[in-house]
């Protein structure tokens, strides 16, 4: 499917609002008008940043929309800005690999920015084989199936669900097609 490219760490990185950030993500933030800050901020192994003045904010786990709001409140204790002087953004994306397993072309582990969905990733492993099911493709972290995708569904309404958050270790499984019948 050529609407599918996977994401690279750029300096136009648009996380979806429910994007959780973890230790590796890199955020900015710039302020302007009265006050005037710009900074870039790693999240550590803590998942915290910690800008001067403002002092250490935690935001492991938190989605991007958080993030920014917690952000903003916090830039505001110690500079003056309205809300439409501030912006905050994704400046890098931590890597994470992934595993893709079962009726793929190119079965492998694949490391990318963590911004991609796991169709994104599907398509580094060429697509499906002709026995890969489209309909119950599993994510399973830690052994458990905690998502199915369905490619189908996806096709015909890409809005819908599509973007499964990965974690690194993950495994997206694509199982072999059932009750194939031949004539």
Request: aromatic residues 8%; positive net charge; glycine residues 8%.
């Amino acid at each position: 499917s050529g609407s599918v490219s996977i994401q690279e760490n750029s300096d136009r990185i648009v996380p979806p609002a429910d994007y959780v950030l973890g230790s590796g993500d890199k955020v900015s933030v710039t302020i302007w008008g009265v006050s005037q800050f710009s900074g870039e901020f790693l999240l550590d192994e803590f998942g915290n940043i910690t800008p001067n003045l403002v002092g250490r904010i935690n935001l492991k786990g938190k989605t991007f929309s958080q993030a920014q709001k917690i952000i903003q409140r916090r830039f505001s204790e110690v500079y003056r800005f309205n809300s439409s002087q501030v912006a905050i953004n994704l400046s890098y994306s931590k890597v994470i690999s992934v595993n893709v397993v079962g009726e793929v072309v190119a079965p492998g582990t694949y490391s990318i920015p963590s911004i991609n969905s796991a169709f994104n990733i599907l398509t580094l492993s060429k697509g499906l084989s002709e026995n890969g099911s489209v309909r119950n493709i599993a994510i399973v972290r830690n052994g458990k199936i905690i998502n199915r995708l369905d490619v189908l569904e996806f096709m015909i309404n890409p809005n819908k669900n599509s973007f499964i958050h990965l974690k690194d270790g993950d495994f997206i499984v694509v199982p072999t097609l059932e009750n194939t019948v031949l004539i």
